[in-house]
Nanobody, 120 residues
Framework: QVPLVESGGGLVQAGGSLRLSCESSGSGFSINTMAWHRQAPGKQRELVASIATVGYTYYADSVQGRFIISRDNAKDAVYLQMNSLKPEDTAVYYC??????????????WGQGTQVTVSS
């Protein structure tokens, strides 16, 4: 297990912004990809955005242009700036990390999740 600590969730009105943070306190392996997933009630967990060590990023179509993922390699930290939030963005957001550069490969560490609720 990789200890990941998330913060930054909360309640916001539609159109507002939130910034999520996640930091690893020690993975036992060299972290490459860091990502954010989310799971809404009654739905499967989905990948929202990822960023590799060298900076390559991936965004789900549903958040492209609204969310920005970034990282601090020195801290093994990843951030998700969420702008123009919509009610459909309501979900529990999970930070995840892997040793692979391919965001489609399995993730080896998960955070505990942070709730994001967007009211209409």
């Amino acid at each position: 297990q990789v200890p990941l600590v998330e913060s930054g969730g909360g309640l916001v009105q539609a159109g507002g912004s939130l910034r999520l943070s996640c930091e690893s306190s020690g993975s036992g392996f060299s972290i490459n990809t860091m990502a954010w997933h989310r799971q809404a009630p009654g739905k499967q967990r989905e990948l929202v955005a990822s960023i590799a060590t060298v900076g390559y990023t991936y965004y789900a179509d549903s958040v492209q242009g609204r969310f920005i993922i970034s990282r601090d390699n020195a801290k093994d930290a990843v951030y998700l700036q969420m702008n123009s939030l919509k009610p459909e963005d309501t979900a529990v957001y999970y930070c995840a990390v892997s040793r692979y550069s391919d965001y489609k490969m399995p993730y080896e560490g998960w955070g505990q999740g942070t709730q994001v609720t967007v009211s209409s």
